[in-house]
């Protein structure tokens, strides 16, 4: 729970990018054996584009990791998300950051 472990996304898209949907095979399994856990999906997007698209595209890209939990049989019963919008935390003039900052993580509860 160390926010090392994140879903991606492509620019404009709430499509996992394919070598990133592995995380959300890990907390699947994490959440199977781990019974009484629970998991808030936090989605994000990067700085370009208008706030009010970036927080819905942020949900967007929350929802479609919570949906791929709930494909992989854990019960929805445990799990939230919810769109954060943009990531100010990185150097919106790098490439390479602003494709950190589309990104899904997840909260241990």
Known sequence: NDGYINVYYAFDSSKPLGYSTS???YVANFMKKN???SVEI???ADELGPEDYNMKLSERRAKAVYDLLISSGVDASRLSYKGYGEDTSVDKSSADAR???RRASFEVK
């Open 99 to 101: 494709q950190m900052a």
């Open 42 to 44: 936090k989605g994000y």
């Open 35 to 37: 019974p009484g856990v």
């Open 23 to 25: 995380a959300a095979s």
